[in-house]
Structures are given as C-alpha cells and as structure tokens.
C-alpha cells in the first residue's frame, strides 16, 4: 500500500467516526470538498500544515492521522478498511 493510501483510508476513517461528511470536515478546515476527496483516495499528499488542519477539524492530533496510517502500512492496523 502506498503511504498516500494509508493517509487517505486513515483520514476518512477518522472523518466517519467524527460523523462529518467530506463538505463538512472541509468547511472547518479551511479546504475545499474536492481536496478531502483526493487525499482520502491517495491521489494527493498533505503539507503538514494541512495535517495540521485536518486533525483540528477532527478534534486530534496530526501524530494520531499519521499513527494511523502507519499501521496500515505496516500491518498492524485490525480495523476493517
């Protein structure tokens, strides 16, 4: 799995359980819709001020999205994707 990947499936991850659509986590971050879409899909990388927007909106931490992702790429995630 690329990294981009784990980022985005980790991410939309995050944004499902904090019950925010794609409109939504975009509007308290500061980014456009279309962008949230690319990143979950793993067609875009974020800077890290983007992370660091993203996890604001999603009430945690840049280090925890990146935790994440992670442990999708190393296997060690157990939650179903």
Do not use: Y
């Not at 925010?20 to 974020?46: C, M, T």
């Not at 009430?59 to 060690?76: I, K, P, W, Y």
Request: hydrophobic share 45%; net charge neutral; proline share 4%.
């Amino acid at each position: 799995m690329e990294p981009a990947i784990a980022f985005g499936r980790a991410l939309r991850r995050r944004r499902i359980d904090a019950l925010l659509s794609q409109e939504n986590l975009a509007l308290q971050a500061g980014l456009e819709r279309v962008f949230i879409s690319w990143l979950e899909n793993g067609h875009k990388q974020p800077t890290f001020h983007t992370m660091l927007k993203l996890a604001k909106a999603l009430n945690c931490s840049a280090s925890d999205l990146v935790r994440e992702a992670e442990a999708l790429l190393t296997g060690q995630d157990t939650e179903p994707t």
